[in-house]
C-alpha cells in the first residue's frame, strides 16, 4: 500500500508540474486558470498539515501568483515524499482527526486522506487543461497513463 502511494503522489507532482508549465505558456488563461491550481495546491497542502497536526498556512482558495503555486507545488512534493517515506500500514490505517474549512469536526483513516488529496487533483487539472484550450494554449497531456508510460521507460508524451 505504501509503494503504491508512493507513486500516486509522483504522478501528482509530475503532474502539477506539467500544468504549471502549460499556464506559464499560455498566460491569457491566468485570470481563469491560475485560482483552480492554487485551490488544488493549497488543499493539497490543508491535507499535509491535518495529517502531520501541523496549521495551515494557505486558506482553502487563495489568491496565489505562479511562481507561488510553483513553489507550493514543490513544498507539496518534498512533504509528502517525507511523510510517505515514514509511513507505517498502522499509520496508514490510523484515524486522522481534524476539522474542515466550516470547522466541523471529522476523522477519517490516513489511508482515505491521502487518497482522496491523489483523486482531487484531476479534476482541477481537466479545468485548468480546459481554461488554457479555451484561450490559444495546448495543455499538457496529464492523464496517469502517460505518466506510468515515461515512469516505466516508454516513449514520452509531448
Known sequence: ????????????????????????????????????LAHLLAAEHIWFC???????????????TLDACRRLANANTAGYAELLAQAT??????PVAYHN?????????AADILTHVVTHGPYHR???AKAIGRNGGQPTPTDYIVFAREQDGGPPVL
Open 1 to 36: 500500500m505504501k509503494s503504491q502511494f508512493q507513486r500516486s503522489f509522483r504522478y501528482d507532482a509530475w503532474a502539477n508540474s506539467r500544468v504549471i508549465e502549460s499556464l506559464a505558456a499560455t498566460p491569457a488563461a491566468s485570470d481563469e486558470a491560475l485560482p483552480l
Open 50 to 64: 491535518r495529517l502531520t497536526g501541523r496549521a495551515a498556512e494557505h486558506e482553502v482558495f487563495p489568491s496565489l
Open 89 to 94: 500500514d498502522d499509520w496508514l490505517q490510523s
Open 101 to 109: 474549512a466550516a470547522g466541523l469536526p471529522f476523522e477519517n483513516r
Open 126 to 128: 481537466g479545468q485548468i
